[in-house]
């Protein structure tokens, strides 16, 4: 059976994100400036093991900031 992975990722208005990872019971997380979270989003999605499922939550998403767009299409 596959386990579970879980990122959950708080978008900012302005300025933070904040990247929470927990893949087989170890947690990882992050916090990065906005103009940086589409690059640092793709880089962490693409270091999930493929052998998994995996829940992404983005927390904070408003369509009308470039940056959370940007992190949303990586998302997809």
Known sequence: MREWGVTYLRVGREIDFKCIQVIDNKRRWCEFKGEYGSRVT???????PESKKH???VDGYL???DNHKRV???CR
């Open 42 to 48: 793709e880089k962490v999605l693409a270091e999930l």
């Open 55 to 57: 829940l992404v939550i």
């Open 72 to 74: 949303y299409e990586e």
């Open 63 to 65: 369509e009308d900031e």
